[in-house]
């Protein structure tokens, strides 16, 4: 190699700006992958399967031409390319598309998972309407639980009145025990009770708030004509059957 002549033309005409050299050698380098890409690409062998698929395409975006035994025959009868096919020209344009199986599952796959996909869908559609059905019977439950204790604690209110009242009008006819032990409204500082009393509470216990009321009601219009929905104490039984609406709180509402 001749040694360079630093003092030439070609060599003072270089540009030496700082960095450039820098900048380049990576321009170049990336020039040299560009082109070792392109020269990869084309150098890839394709497979078996994409050359199969670039020669169906590639005959499939063809047209029919008078090679082809069909065709001609179509043509002698008197089809035209573009034409529709049918006497009417009401028949189709374009070839009927081909659908090649280029998979590996086995006949049928498809109609089994789409089949599969549906029971799925319609196994989860099944659960959410259980799931809503549960939850509009756990909301049905939980209003007539609250109706119920609603009405309880109106029966309980009912049964304490009447036992107030039981307690007074017995009083006034000189009646110092009760007919029986819930009739009257036991003391709350009570705290000690005989043998009896305790029996007679057992007994007692055997009815529901619903049944004292309807025993008491009963025994109070029976011994004072007193009706405990009227709150009044009528002058005897012709009287409180003739001017009292009824037996019972719904009657007199």
Request: glycine share 6%; net charge negative; with cysteine.
């Amino acid at each position: 190699d001749e040694e360079e002549d630093y003092m030439s033309d070609s060599f003072l005409k270089q540009d030496v700006r700082p960095g450039l050299p820098m900048v380049r050698r990576a321009r170049e380098a990336i020039q040299k992958e560009e082109k070792q890409k392109e020269a990869n690409e084309k150098n890839k062998q394709k497979s078996v399967k994409e050359e199969e698929q670039e020669r169906r395409d590639a005959v499939l975006r063809s047209a029919l031409g008078n090679e082809n035994r069909g065709f001609a025959l179509l043509q002698k009868m008197g089809y035209k390319s573009g034409q529709a096919l049918g006497k009417s020209g009401e028949g189709i344009i374009e070839p009927i598309p081909l659908n090649i199986k280029t998979g590996v599952s086995g006949l049928g796959h498809d109609e089994f998972k789409k089949r599969k996909a549906e029971e799925k869908l319609e196994s989860y559609r099944q659960k959410l309407h259980m799931k809503k059905k549960a939850n509009e019977q756990a909301a049905d439950q939980f209003r007539t639980r609250f109706k119920n204790k609603q009405e309880e604690r109106k029966m309980e209110a009912d049964l304490r009145k009447s036992q107030r009242a039981c307690q007074q009008l017995d009083m006034q006819k000189d009646i110092d025990v009760p007919k029986e032990i819930w009739y009257w409204i036991e003391p709350e500082d009570e705290e000690q009770k005989d043998e009896e009393e305790k029996e007679d509470e057992c007994a007692s216990s055997d009815f529901s708030v619903s049944e004292k009321l309807q025993l008491l009601t009963a025994y109070l219009r029976e011994q004072h004509f007193y009706c405990i929905w009227c709150g009044i104490t009528y002058e005897d039984a012709e009287d409180l059957s003739s001017n009292c609406p009824g037996d019972s709180a719904a009657d007199h509402d």
